[in-house]
């Protein structure tokens, strides 16, 4: 890249983080097509695809200020659309699966007014947890990640975060039977 486009490319930046729409028109469609190819990447289909390129530029116009000019810029906003595409498909997976006892996960495409309640009643009670099942429940349970990524996060063994899962899992169902008994 020559000085003039870096030159233009550090105005043009700025422009956006002043807030002017003609700018940010120009920043979205100088790059919306590479970035889209990226969301499909991970998406798999247009519609979801559109989907996470509309929340990508959000947060990219949200945070723009973030960038300090180390390194590309069309790399910056790469990890901001690889990330938001990442974020969805976590989304996407919790959206389409359902707990029937704290973790034998079960596809349903229509929850009952039961089951929402059910999860309302979940969510309530695993505030009750300590902090070490409550963080394990909620990084397996609901955000999706696999035990041994919880492990990475947290410094502590696959062993262990598979063991307070379980612990978790136990509790919140002992919590839960005894409200319905009550």
Known sequence: ????????????????????????????????PKLFLICLKYTKN?????DVLQD????????????????SFEG????IFVNTSIEQLRRKKFETRDCDSFGNIILDKE??????????????????????YRTVFDLYAVQGFSHQQIANKLGITEST?????????????NAVQERQLA
């Open 161 to 173: 975060s598979k063991s307070q899962f379980s612990r978790a899992k136990a509790l919140l169902r």
């Open 56 to 71: 990508g530029f959000v947060k990219l116009f949200t945070h723009l200020h973030k960038f300090k000019g180390d390194g």
């Open 111 to 132: 929850p009952t007014a039961l089951d929402i309640l059910y999860k309302k009643d979940l969510i309530q009670s695993s505030q009750n947890l300590s902090k070490g």
């Open 46 to 50: 247009q519609m979801d695809a559109e």
């Open 76 to 79: 910056w906003m790469r990890r």
């Open 1 to 32: 890249m020559n000085t003039h486009s870096t030159q233009s490319e550090a105005s043009l930046i700025e422009s956006c983080i002043n807030g002017d729409r003609k700018s940010q028109k120009k920043l979205y469609d100088l790059y919306s």
